[in-house]
T-cell receptor, first 107, second 111 residues
Framework: ELKVEQNPLFLSMQEGKNYTIYCNYS?????LYWYRQDPGKSLESLFV?????AVKQEGRLMASLDTKARLSTLHITAAVHDLSATYFC???????FGAGTRLTVKP | DAGVTQSPTHLIKTRGQQVTLRCSPK?????VSWYQQALGQGPQFIFQ???????QRGNFPDRFSGHQFPNYSSELNVNALLLGDSALYLC??????????FGPGTRLTVT
């Protein structure tokens, strides 16, 4: 059974700092997705990673995929309060989601 | 483009009842997936419809069934509701199962 593990599950960081969220998965998959969810809201697509070595960046967020290591990372650069949300990775094998990383950015 | 729409927004049902949730996909999308998200957890994949057929199914009992119409809209039906079915139900649409766009969700409360 496919397992998707995110860590950390909770992350409190100060504005201006950098941090990385990790997403490990247990079986081969060629697609990995990152989503953002604000409290009480639906999911917003951030990145779709389609191949080994894929790297995508949007603003202060950068996602990468290593299919050999079965690992994706979401790197946050110089965090700002607006990035506070829950971030999910999902693997395209029955669209299995991780448990989510609840990020809080403090001034 | 209205994006993915879902109805109703909120719903309260009693144990044992049946419920139908509806989803209209984003324009140009042909694939609809349904997810259940319990409070504080990640979405759980229920099933995916493409060309009016169920293409994939997650680990959900037969009480959960669905349908896709020729216009690509979809329904999720849940029979014999349990308290544990209380959750946010999310619909997502895509073009041939590529990038998914999520609707706002239907909050179901079972009492």
């Amino acid at each position: 059974e496919l397992k998707v593990e995110q860590n950390p599950l909770f992350l409190s960081m100060q504005e201006g700092k950098n941090y990385t969220i990790y997403c490990n998965y247990s079986t081969t998959s060629d697609r990995l997705y990152w989503y953002r969810q604000d409290p009480g809201k639906s999911l917003e697509s951030l990145f779709v990673l389609l191949s080994n070595g894929a790297v995508k960046q949007e603003g202060r967020l950068m996602a990468s995929l290593d299919t050999k290591a079965r690992l994706s990372t979401l790197h946050i650069t110089a965090a700002v309060h607006d990035l506070s949300a829950t971030y999910f990775c999902a693997v395209d094998s029955g669209m299995r989601f991780g448990a989510g990383t609840r990020l809080t950015v403090k001034p | 483009d209205a994006g993915v729409t879902q109805s109703p927004t909120h719903l309260i049902k009693t144990r044992g009842q049946q419920v139908t949730l509806r989803c209209s996909p984003k324009s140009g999308h042909d694939t609809v997936s349904w997810y259940q998200q319990a409070l504080g957890q990640g979405p759980q994949f229920i099933f995916q419809y493409y060309e009016e057929e169920e293409r994939q199914r997650g680990n959900f009992p037969d009480r959960f069934s669905g349908h896709q119409f020729p216009n690509y809209s979809s329904e999720l039906n849940v029979n014999a509701l349990l308290l544990g079915d209380s959750a946010l139900y999310l619909c997502a649409s895509s073009y041939q199962a590529y990038e998914q766009y999520f609707g706002p969700g239907t909050r179901l409360t079972v009492t």
